[in-house]
């Protein structure tokens, strides 16, 4: 059974940092590229970023480029998303999503439950 | 960059009825690059259809995607009660991973 399990959410001023972690069990993470995307309430699904099976490349969202970056740590099968100069418009459900394959992308087969990050001042 | 758009926003259906959803692309969809997500309220996302036409693991073969170029359906034969909830395509052919803006199926 594959899991992934989001933590690091929390509320946070505008302007401030937080960073998500992302754990999962049930498969070795190094075979497979990893996402995040994210849900603000009652609205529908927006992808933030993406790094490859090994981490030698990111993309990311235009409305996120700059101010997150997406790492992983095959060694400890966990995602990060470190998000810096947050804006009340961050404020979302983040899911981390493992896509079917390693290097391009194959979509989205599993997802975690999602932590919520809430930015207000 | 991708914008993909969805029709209806809304689609009032019963039990047992077909479902149709719509998804078109900006740009014509290479490589077979779309999918198509379900979710149910305060549930993640389950993928249900990828590279167009790929039923993902374990999902009824009600479950039904075809198109290509800038135009996909996702086709639920005959609906069960479980399956009123909102989907979403995404393409996956370059970056960024766009979603469409979703189909609320719910019940007439």
């Known amino acids: 059974q594959v899991h992934l399990v989001e933590s690091g959410g929390g509320v946070v001023q505008p302007g401030g940092s937080l960073r998500l972690s992302c754990a999962v069990s049930?498969?070795?993470?190094?075979?497979?590229?990893m996402h995040w995307v994210r849900q603000a309430p009652g609205k529908g699904l927006e992808w933030v970023a993406f790094?490859?099976?090994?981490?030698?490349?990111?993309f990311y969202a235009d409305s996120v480029k700059g101010r997150f970056t997406i790492s992983r740590d095959n060694s400890k099968n966990t995602l990060y998303l470190q998000m810096n100069n947050l804006r009340v418009e961050d404020t979302s459900l983040y899911f981390c999503?493992?896509?079917?394959?390693?290097?391009?992308?194959?979509?989205?087969?599993?997802w975690g439950q999602g932590t919520l990050v809430t930015v207000s001042s | 960059e991708f914008v993909l758009t969805q029709s209806p926003g809304t689609l009032s259906l019963s039990p047992g009825e077909r479902a149709t959803l719509s998804c078109r692309a900006s740009?014509?969809?290479?490589?077979?690059?779309l999918a198509w997500y379900q979710q149910k309220p305060g549930q993640a996302p389950r993928l249900l259809i990828y590279?167009?036409?790929s039923r993902a693991t374990g999902i009824p073969d009600r479950f039904s995607g075809s198109g290509s170029g800038t135009d996909f359906t996702l086709t639920i034969s005959r609906l069960e009660p479980e399956d009123f909830a909102v989907y979403y395509c995404?393409?996956?052919?370059?970056?960024?991973?766009?979603f469409g803006p979703g189909t609320k199926v719910d019940f007439k």
């Open positions: 590279a167009i036409s």
């Open positions: 790094i490859r099976y090994d981490g030698s490349n990111t």
């Open positions: 049930g498969l070795m993470l190094s075979g497979y590229g």
């Open positions: 999503a493992k896509d079917r394959n390693g290097y391009h992308s194959g979509g989205v087969d599993y």
């Open positions: 995404q393409q996956y052919v370059s970056s960024p991973f766009t």
């Open positions: 740009q014509s969809v290479s490589s077979s690059s």
